[in-house]
């Protein structure tokens, strides 16, 4: 059972531009919503987090936006940089279990 | 900010050995620390999640005789590959929590095992 959908598989941005990728849940218990930045043969980086009481963070670049009654999140990378070119995966947790992975988006940045 | 230290970064190992890895929380106590398994161009799946001083509870279709996990101190987890096969060869991530608090969950770099 996905319950962290992902959208788009992979996604190519020019320089300067605007990266958005979607994510979707079911699980209603999910309490908390990180985005994590993965480069090949590395383990994921946490890049920005949101809890459901807030319909928006933004931190840098990144900005997460959060509709709780779709049951929505999506991250937005404004000003996109060859640099940002990587995995990207949304990610769900409830209480003291382990988070529940995206099936990630792979995002090339063209100069 | 907090540390996770996953050693050996890349094992190469024949069919038939085991392989330990290796993971470490630098400055904080671990009290859970979850492990993950990634196959190229795929997402993480979670193996199974241990508490320190307790046994590893571990995902549906995972054999826990064949990964085995202790988390004999609560800085320390390791993760073993018995009798590893080809079809073992995959990206190995640990995580590991500071307490209770979601914004205290970090990642290790990972560990790349192939088996020939």
């Known amino acids: ?94 209480g003291r279990r382990a988070l529940t992975f995206g099936s990630g988006t792979r995002l090339q940045v063209q100069p | 900010g907090a ?10 190992c024949k069919s038939g050995t085991s392989v330990k890895i290796e993971c470490r929380s630098l400055d904080f106590q671990a009290t859970t620390m979850f492990w993950y398994r990634q196959f190229p161009k795929q997402s993480l799946m979670l193996m199974a999640t241990s508490n320190e001083g307790s046994k590893a509870t571990y995902e549906q279709g995972v054999e826990k005789d064949k990964f085995l996990i202790n988390h004999a101190s609560l800085t320390l987890s390791t993760l073993t590959v018995t009798s590893a096969h080809p079809e073992d060869s995959s990206f190995y991530i640990c995580s590991a929590r500071e307490g209770t608090s979601h914004e205290k969950l970090f990642f290790g770099s990972g560990t790349q095992l192939s088996v020939l």
Request: aromatic share 12%; hydrophobic share 40%.
């Open chain 1, 1 to 94: 059972q996905q319950q962290v959908k992902q959208s788009p598989q992979s996604l190519i941005v020019q320089k300067g531009g605007i990266s958005i990728i979607n994510c979707a849940y079911e699980n209603t218990a999910f309490d908390y919503f990180p985005w994590y930045q993965q480069f090949p043969g590395k383990g994921p980086a946490l890049l920005i987090a949101i809890r459901p009481d807030v319909s928006e963070k933004k931190e840098g670049r990144f900005t997460i936006s959060f509709n709780k009654s779709a049951k929505q999140f999506s991250l937005h990378i404004m000003d996109s940089q060859p640099g940002d070119s990587a995995t990207y995966f949304c990610a769900a947790l409830a």
């Open chain 2, 3 to 12: 540390v996770v230290s996953q050693h050996p970064s890349w094992v190469i």
